[in-house]
């Protein structure tokens, strides 16, 4: 049987379009936020660098949103409502920004900070407990 030529269901392909039409907007938009904001580096090492670390922070930003979007709120799996329609992917990261971890070489103890509601929701969604 040849694969190839069997055609996905039209459910199917809508998703499969829509992950592919956002993963291209989003490499679009890094392509311009570079083009904006020229690069003052000093060879094409740093350059590619530069490009390189903007291009994982676009997978770790999808990464997020997929997560946000796939996690049920309530622990049932039936339940519609998923945690996108709580958090935005860039206020996980606002609310995380002020969290820090001190740890010290030697017989001390690392210094965790108390967590806010929304820290230890975003710990428990990406499975970080401690």
Request: net charge positive; charged share 35%; hydrophobic share 35%.
């Amino acid at each position: 049987m040849n694969w190839s030529l069997i055609e996905p269901d039209t459910k199917t392909a809508l998703v499969h379009y829509r992950k592919r039409d956002r993963v291209e907007k989003q490499f679009d938009m890094l392509k311009h936020m570079i083009d904006e904001r020229r690069l003052r580096t000093n060879g094409p090492t740093a350059h590619e660098s530069i490009v390189f670390i903007r291009f994982l922070s676009l997978i770790i930003t999808e990464y997020v949103r997929t997560v946000l979007k796939d996690t049920p709120i309530k622990e049932k799996k039936e339940s519609a409502k998923r945690w996108i329609t709580r958090y935005t992917v860039a206020e996980v990261f606002d609310r995380l920004e002020s969290y820090t971890e001190v740890s010290f070489k030697g017989r001390y103890k690392p210094i965790r900070p108390t967590k806010t509601k929304a820290q230890r929701e975003i710990f428990k969604i990406f499975e970080l407990d401690q």
